[in-house]
């Protein structure tokens, strides 16, 4: 759980960086190398895993739930459910299942 409160943290830093970036604040304006730095910069989180989980917070956030990121807010529950699901090979991944 302390690792899925860190991945949710580094998003909202992410979509912080984001916000500096593009026009809309959605998910086409992430940039997938940026997510993958932000995932492994502490160390913990393998190569693989950090693309898999930047692919992931891509393909299952929408623009609104990126701009409720940006602002500091929470995402809409169903974004949070689609993310959470999303990830769920990731963390398969990052435990050697």
Not at 10 to 24: K, M, P, T, Y
Not at 59 to 64: K, N, R, T
């Amino acid at each position: 759980m302390k690792k899925i409160i860190g991945i949710a943290a580094s998003i909202a830093a992410v979509a912080g960086l984001a916000a500096c970036g593009g026009d809309d604040g959605g998910s086409g304006n992430v940039d997938r190398d940026t997510l993958i730095a932000m995932f492994t910069e502490d160390g913990d989180m393998p190569q693989d895993v950090a693309e898999c989980m930047a692919d992931a917070t891509i393909a299952s956030l929408d623009a609104e739930d990126m701009k409720l990121i940006m602002a500091d807010k929470d995402p809409s529950a169903e974004g949070e459910a689609a993310f959470m699901e999303a990830i769920q090979p990731c963390l398969e991944m990052d435990m050697g299942s």
